[in-house]
């Protein structure tokens, strides 16, 4: 048995932080690779087969001086209370490993790609379909003003409250979050409900 002294008292936010981070798989996986050797950036991204490196710069940065540090040459290390955490996760039976993890962030990545494509042409090719229905007069100027604004404020309010609950169940700042990732859940609510709309005021 290792015994590790800590210098220095935890308050009760850190004690907190702790415990959350200990919840993710992936920051389990980090841990236990660092428990091995010092690692760099690009051979954790290898050592987990981690797709996406956003995802593991989060990840570090919520463990960065609580968990983990960087030694002289650059290279991940744990800390004293890296190290006593290290020796609980070891004893707990892992109900899912890190490629089970991964088999998840494949489907998120196929996720993200499908949101990609309504940026780039789902919603050009909705907007230029309304404003063509417009110029045919088959829908009027007051409806289609009503769409788009109607449209922007829905999209705006759905999507912040995903943030919202995604802050809230992965202790994560909304202001954390990618711009390419508010705009992409953005654009696609947006092109769904001028699309939807669009329909019902044809049918109507």
């Known amino acids: 048995m290792i015994l590790i002294i800590i210098n220095k008292y935890l308050s009760e936010k850190e004690l907190s932080q702790i415990f959350n981070l200990l919840k993710h798989p992936l920051r389990r996986g ?3 690779q660092l428990s091995k050797s010092p690692q760099t950036y ?6 987990l087969n981690i797709r996406e490196s956003s995802l593991l710069n989060y990840h570090l940065r919520e463990m960065d001086d609580l968990l983990i540090k960087k030694d002289v040459d650059g290279k991940y290390i744990l800390n004293e209370i890296g190290e006593i955490c290290l020796q609980l996760i070891l004893r707990v039976k892992e109900k899912e490993d890190i490629h089970s993890f991964n088999k998840f962030q494949l489907v998120i990545e196929n996720l993200k ?3 990609f494509l ?8 909705v907007v230029i379909l309304a404003l063509e229905l417009y110029l045919l007069n088959i829908i009027n100027f007051g409806t289609i003003l009503g769409i788009f604004t109607s449209g922007a404020i829905f999209s705006i309010v759905m999507s912040t409250g ?8 992965e202790s994560r700042s909304v202001g954390k979050f990618e711009k390419k990732e508010k705009f992409g859940m953005f654009s696609m609510l947006f092109t769904i409900w001028i699309l939807t709309q669009t329909i019902v005021s044809l049918l109507l």
Do not use: A, C, G, R
């Open 113 to 115: 790609s499908t949101i």
């Open 30 to 32: 980090i841990l236990k």
């Open 118 to 125: 309504f940026q780039v042409v789902f919603l050009p090719l």
């Open 162 to 169: 995903v943030l919202i609950q995604k802050k809230e169940s």
């Open 42 to 47: 690009s051979q954790i991204l290898k050592n």
